[in-house]
């Protein structure tokens, strides 16, 4: 099975912040990788799937870009509203795999 | 819009078997692959099953954490995707979602397995 480690577990920023996510596959992926936002009592958002491209109706400030097989989720000025968890999925080969998670948090 | 309602889930004991179901609407659900994705309580996502379209014969796959007990159907001319649980364990206590390529999401029914 193909590994997503994720990275920071946590993190606190403030507003208007540049606030960075990661992901390194144990694999090649390709561009297989999606990026979604959890809410509380809430089920996952997709933000960014093929690694850099932006769902519908989420705003520009979401960015998504890889390198090799570490693949990044970037929020170029952090909005109250963009508090919750973070998620990466690769969507290579089966069984998909998530990472651990990223819980954001407003300093 | 499109939606996806899961419904079924509920509490059962250890052993037991139960049927979720999620109802699609907003797209063409006969082209889209489907998936459940489960949550236990605080902790991460993890994929269970997926199920392809008619032209690449309605293909199933599973996590090695439940093949064996799960199965996964899906009727198009109803727009429905199903799982069947089986010999339920308590790890498979969460929230299972149904989810149509990933990009669109149901609210999720919770299965509660405890005696």
């Known amino acids: 099975d193909i590994q997503m480690t994720q990275s920071p577990a946590s993190l606190s920023a403030s507003l208007e912040e540049i606030v960075t996510i990661t992901c390194q596959a144990s694999?090649?992926?390709?561009?297989?990788l999606a990026w979604y936002q959890q809410k509380p009592g809430k089920s996952p958002q997709l933000l960014i799937h093929?690694?850099?491209s932006l769902a519908d109706g989420i705003p520009s400030r979401f960015s998504g870009s890889r390198s090799g097989t570490q693949y990044s989720l970037k929020i170029s000025r952090l909005q109250v509203e963009d508090t919750g968890i973070y998620y990466c999925l690769q969507r290579y080969s089966n069984p998909w795999t998530f990472g651990g998670g990223t819980k954001l948090e407003l300093k | 819009a499109v939606q996806l309602v899961e419904s079924g889930g509920g509490l059962v004991q250890p052993k037991e078997s139960l049927k979720i179901s999620c109802a699609a609407s907003g797209f063409t659900f006969s082209n889209a692959a489907m998936y459940w994705v489960r949550q236990a309580p605080g902790k991460g996502l993890e994929w269970v099953a997926r199920?392809?379209?008619?032209?690449?014969?309605?293909?199933?796959y599973y996590a090695d954490s439940v093949k064996g007990r799960f199965t996964i159907s899906r009727d198009d001319s109803k727009s429905m995707v199903y799982l069947q649980m089986d010999n339920l364990k308590t790890e498979d206590t969460a929230m299972y979602y149904c989810?149509?390529?990933?990009?669109?999401w149901g609210q999720g029914t919770l299965v509660t397995v405890s005696s």
């Open positions: 199920i392809r379209t008619k032209p690449n014969n309605y293909a199933t």
């Open positions: 694999q090649d992926i390709g561009n297989w």
């Open positions: 989810t149509a390529e990933g990009a669109y």
């Open positions: 093929s690694a850099t």
